[in-house]
């Protein structure tokens, strides 16, 4: 079994800065990526970033030059980096690993930015 725990939201300013963080515990093998997405209130989830095992990175494109997702893999820790964030950017994100065909979710972190 896989647990994901996200930490590090909070409330910034348009053009701020935020530094997500979701730690990994449990079986980790065979996994395929780890992804970020986030849900607006009245809105569907929808995907943020992704890496893969190979350290491959996929992007939304309307996140895509500001956010940055990144491993440590001795601390079984994934990163996004949300710079230069704007109001439409508010939302829960959520981190999920991808591992042989399961997918494992973490409780989310909530994320505002205030114009």
């Known amino acids: 079994q896989v647990q994901l725990v996200e930490s590090g939201g909070g409330l910034v300013q348009t053009g701020g800065s935020l530094r997500l963080s979701c730690v990994v515990s449990g079986t980790t093998v065979r996994v395929i990526s780890i992804g970020w997405f986030r849900q607006a209130p009245g809105k569907q989830r929808e995907l943020v970033a992704t890496i893969t095992s190979g350290g491959s990175t996929n992007y939304a494109d309307s996140v895509k030059g500001r956010f940055t ?42 994320v505002t930015v205030s114009s």
């Open 69 to 110: 997702i990144s491993r440590d893999n001795a601390k079984n820790t994934v990163y996004l980096q949300m710079n230069s964030l704007k109001p439409e950017d508010t939302a829960v994100y959520y981190c999920r690993l991808r591992r042989g065909f399961s997918d494992y979710w973490g409780q989310g972190t909530q």
